[in-house]
């Protein structure tokens, strides 16, 4: 075991009581040749994740850290909190991230990554193959993979624009810390963290890839899920105005030097969002 602190795990909770067991054993059948950290930020949880997380502290008090909102912060319109919580007091060379509704299920995800990154010094980011469930069902789900992979298995800038935030899954991801402990002005307003992340570290350089199913997403594990928020036709028409101002402001600040693949990602994003719209307005009004 080497005597280094290598990975710090980046969890956001809130009111996932159903499912916080799976993620954090997730995090402890890791079997690694280094040491890591589970760094929790839980926002104000009602429905007893908090005191699951203390239960899990009490056990593991050398790796588990959590911090606990009195007042729900996401109401109050503040996001950003795994750069203004848990980046900032992490230790590891490298950050991994998993949300408390989503869980790992290979114990050598984070041993394999690692080892990836370590050998690939082009790399700023490595990401793996997972599997999405729908509606809790362990029977109903999809994997998510690239439709093509290159012979290297690294990408690069152009796969993650035209990728988008469906490129990957965010509970696959595993990068190194320096390149997150400041952001540029353009990330402060989207309203995803995800996709401004993978742009950003994209433009760190490759994107390494394994073809392993590691993880595994929930999709509407509860109401308060992202593509819950999404049936929502207010919230979503505010969201795709904002990622297109998001792109615009990704355009200027790399200096026009991807925009014919912006302008390619802008036209998919608002061609899906007028099919959205008629499918919910046909599901609506002929049933």
């Known amino acids: ?26 995090f402890l059948i890791q079997k690694t040749t280094f040491k890591y950290e589970v760094l929790i930020h839980d926002d104000a949880s009602n429905d007893g994740t908090k005191e699951i997380i203390e239960e899990y502290q009490l056990k593991y008090p050398d790796i588990i850290f959590p911090i606990y909102q009195k007042e729900n912060q996401f109401s109050k319109g503040y996001r950003g909190f795994n750069q203004k919580y848990n ?3 992490s ?20 041993q394999k990554q690692v ?10 980011l490595c ?29 690069e800038m152009k796969d993650a624009i035209l990728g988008g935030g469906g490129f990957m899954a965010t509970n696959s991801m595993l990068f190194h810390r320096e390149h997150v402990l400041s952001r ?3 990330m402060e307003k989207t ?10 570290l994209a433009s760190k350089g490759k994107i390494g890839y394994i073809d392993e199913v590691m993880s595994v997403y929930r999709i509407m594990s509860s109401t308060t899920s ?21 792109w615009n402001s990704f355009d200027d600040w790399t200096e026009k030097k991807y925009s014919s693949l912006i302008f390619q990602k802008k036209m998919k994003n608002r061609w899906s969002y007028f099919k959205g719209n008629v499918k919910n307005y046909l599901s609506k009004y002929l049933k």
């Open 1 to 26: 075991m080497i005597d280094e602190m290598l990975v710090s795990i980046s969890c956001l909770t809130y009111n996932h009581a159903p499912f916080i067991r799976d993620c954090l054993e997730g």
């Open 87 to 89: 980046y900032p007091r």
């Open 91 to 110: 230790r590891g060379k490298y950050i991994a991230l998993c949300e408390g509704d989503d869980y790992w299920t290979d114990p050598l995800k984070l």
């Open 115 to 124: 080892d990836f990154l370590e050998v690939n010094s082009d790399c700023s």
């Open 127 to 155: 990401f793996h193959a997972s599997k999405s469930i729908r509606n809790n069902d362990p029977g109903d789900f999809i994997i998510k993979r690239p439709k093509t992979i290159p012979q290297t298995n690294k990408f």
């Open 184 to 186: 540029p002005s353009w």
């Open 191 to 200: 309203p995803v963290g995800d996709l401004p992340l993978m742009l950003l």
């Open 226 to 246: 992202w593509s819950a928020i999404m049936h929502d036709r207010t919230r979503r028409k505010s969201h795709h105005y904002a990622i297109l101002e998001m």
